[in-house]
């Protein structure tokens, strides 16, 4: 009897141990955030700036070279089935369109806003964000960037021009392009310039911790003017100056990522 009470003791416990894992196995529960799409035309015309404004999230750029006009779609997350509460708000200036993401009066029931711009690369871009991530296809129009935080990745060869606090910076052009540099500053966010050997690009890099590249071309070429650090191998070349608070700078060229 003492056998068959052991048993079944251990069979018991067994049982409970496959139970508790197969809970632990289970994939968090997916919420109860419902989604809704708004869309919009964006007029893009050649040498204005289409500025875009979204503090309720991601921005990502797409390149649809050959358009004649872009297009824009915000993927607004809510608590409410029925009712949306955001929209896209277009207005106009002297310099170029500006589409904007607004809460609804409803805003209690906004989550998240994603939002998606198609653009053919004839026009600037300028961005206006808070805690999202910006990303884009390569493109060779100018960018400009000013946000909280988040991660940012610029794969233009137009010239940049970013502030951000937090996160994470990485300047990566198209390769079968000359970049034409700019200036990227943020408090504590790294900076990555990731780009190809044979680029002609000058660099002047203020920071509080560390610079580092693995190109022998560039530090041969360093030199300190007060607090920056310059890599100018090629006269007459454009420069990117990058800055920051604290932190670090890798300049990527023989790819040692």
Same mark, same amino acid.
């Given at each position: ?106 805003? +209690? $029931? %906004?989550?998240?806003? @994603? =939002? ?7 026009? *600037?871009?300028? !961005? ?63 900076? +990555? $310039? %990731?780009?190809?050997? @044979? =680029? ?7 920071? *509080?911790?560390? !610079? ?46």
């Amino acid at each position: 009897m003492r056998n068959i009470a052991w048993r079944s003791l251990c069979l018991g416990l067994a049982a409970l141990g496959t139970f508790t894992t197969s809970l632990q196995a289970q994939p968090e529960p997916a919420g109860f955030a419902e989604i809704h799409q708004v869309d919009s035309p964006v007029e893009s015309r050649r040498g204005e700036i289409v500025r875009i404004v979204n503090r309720y999230g991601n921005i990502r750029i797409r390149a649809i070279p050959n358009a004649a006009e872009g297009s824009m779609r915000a993927t607004i997350q809510s608590t409410s089935k029925d009712v949306v509460p955001a929209s896209i708000q277009a207005s106009e200036t002297v310099d170029g369109p500006i589409y904007q993401v607004v809460p609804a009066k409803s805003a +209690d $029931a %906004l989550i998240r806003v @994603d =939002v998606v711009v198609a653009l053919p690369d004839k026009a *600037g871009i300028e !961005v206006e964000m808070a805690d999202g991530d910006f990303t884009m296809h390569p493109a060779s129009y100018p960018v400009r960037i000013r946000a909280d935080s988040g991660l940012i990745n610029l794969r233009t060869s137009g010239k940049v021009d970013v502030e951000v606090l937090a996160g994470h910076v990485i300047y990566n052009p198209p390769r079968d392009q000359s970049p034409t540099g700019g200036r990227i500053q943020t408090s504590g966010a790294p900076v +990555d $310039a %990731l780009l190809a050997r @044979d =680029v002609e690009l000058n660099f002047r890099v203020t920071s *509080g911790v560390a !610079v580092t590249t693995d190109s022998l071309a560039l530090l041969q070429a360093r030199t300190r003017v007060g607090r920056a650090v310059m890599f100018a191998p090629h006269a007459d070349a454009p420069q990117l100056e990058i800055l920051t608070d604290h932190g670090p700078v890798r300049l990527v060229l023989e790819g040692l990522r």
